[in-house]
């Protein structure tokens, strides 16, 4: 059936997002490196970042937890107040980065919405994502912004009944083959992975394959209306 | 023009929810106490949460934060990683803490729902306000549930236009004056507060007059229904 309406993830397909926590990350190993924590900082604060998931959920201020968490569990509770401060004012800093838009998505956005029913489908803090949107502009060309909490088969299926969409005419496209693009599968709606140079490791974490799974890859936004239109 | 249309706020209106706050700042005060802090400990926070609801929002995973920030403050960045990870601890209880329904709020939300459409309109944390609501079993006896990052005039009309309400015909319920009643006032819907016991400060701190304003004040929920019918 032909596509009707296009779901669009935002954080890393329409805008930077990863970025900015590789970024703290990386401040966040050199304030450990001075309390001599050997440990591998990365591997540690993942671990504990996904742990946290099922109480704080996604986002800037679950993943500011997540390092306080870290910190003081990798110097033995010796971290000072000092620099857990600094990491709140990290937590800060990141809820008011600047929305740099990808290459091309304000235009790729503008015309998909000429052709299609377009929705900014993302995941995380809710406060954050809003924020992100406003300034991003992209919320006046969609027809609608849904924040969900998660994003699996169910948390779609959901959206899906409520906007009264039907599976079979919806295409999904995002970063994510494990958020945006293997939930959809399932439901008969159709997932088109535009990988982003820098992934966060949880979405990396899965078994898709566009040919064993029956998704598409593109290089880019503008690349997403033709699938669409190839599917009938 | 008669009502059609009744929103109910959720936290410390269908549930408790500022009790357990209130039982977190207890300990707070406690373990804070130990660093001879001197501080009014109560209000310091307050200021922090205060300042920072524009980076953090409200919710759960903000109060923690606000907390940490308030522990490293008060004690001169002298507090432990001990009893910071004993914050982290509480935000982590907290947003697992059982879900108790006010007195007869679920059969008052069912007599609602068979006579007009029910909406449940919180503010907050996604993550936690859909967990909570899941937990309540009343999702089922609405039509729907909208979580705002902020209750105030224009989110409320958004949210009117969107559902496709006729704001004369909407009824909005809640222990916030601050909230739940003064923001719809202004466009054309009715009010009405519920008090209840415990409720955070920042609430309180509105001009709020039901002569003043024109809003309605009952003692529960099972009431709303009666001040619904009486408007024609």
Chains 1, 2 share one sequence.
Do not use: C
């Amino acid at each position: 059936m032909a596509i009707n309406v296009i779901g669009l993830d935002a954080d890393d397909t329409l805008w930077e997002s990863e970025a900015y926590f590789v970024d703290v990350q990386g401040r966040f190993r050199e304030l450990l490196a001075a309390y001599d924590s050997g440990d591998d900082v990365q591997k540690h604060l993942f671990a504990v970042e996904r742990r946290n998931l099922e109480f704080f959920g996604y986002g800037v201020k679950s993943f500011t937890l997540s390092m306080i968490e870290t910190a003081i569990q990798l110097t033995g509770k010796q971290v000072s107040g000092d620099d857990v401060a600094t990491i709140v004012g990290w937590g800060k800093e990141m809820m008011r980065h600047p929305v740099r838009l990808l290459d091309g998505v304000a235009e790729a956005v503008a015309a998909l919405a000429t052709e299609f029913r377009v929705l900014i489908i993302t995941k995380g803090d809710l406060l954050h994502q809003e924020a992100k949107i406003a300034q991003s502009g992209l919320g006046e060309l969609v027809e609608g912004v849904d924040v969900l909490t998660e994003k699996d088969a169910s948390t779609y299926e959901l959206l899906l009944r409520r906007r009264d969409i039907q599976p079979t005419t919806f295409l999904m496209a995002g970063n994510s083959v494990k958020s945006d693009v293997l939930p959809v599968l399932g439901l008969g709606s159709h997932g088109v992975h535009i990988p982003h140079g820098v992934t966060w490791e949880f979405e990396n974490d899965h078994d898709g394959d566009p040919d064993v799974h029956g998704y598409h890859v593109v290089d880019s936004l503008a690349d997403v209306a033709a699938v669409a239109r190839s599917i009938v």
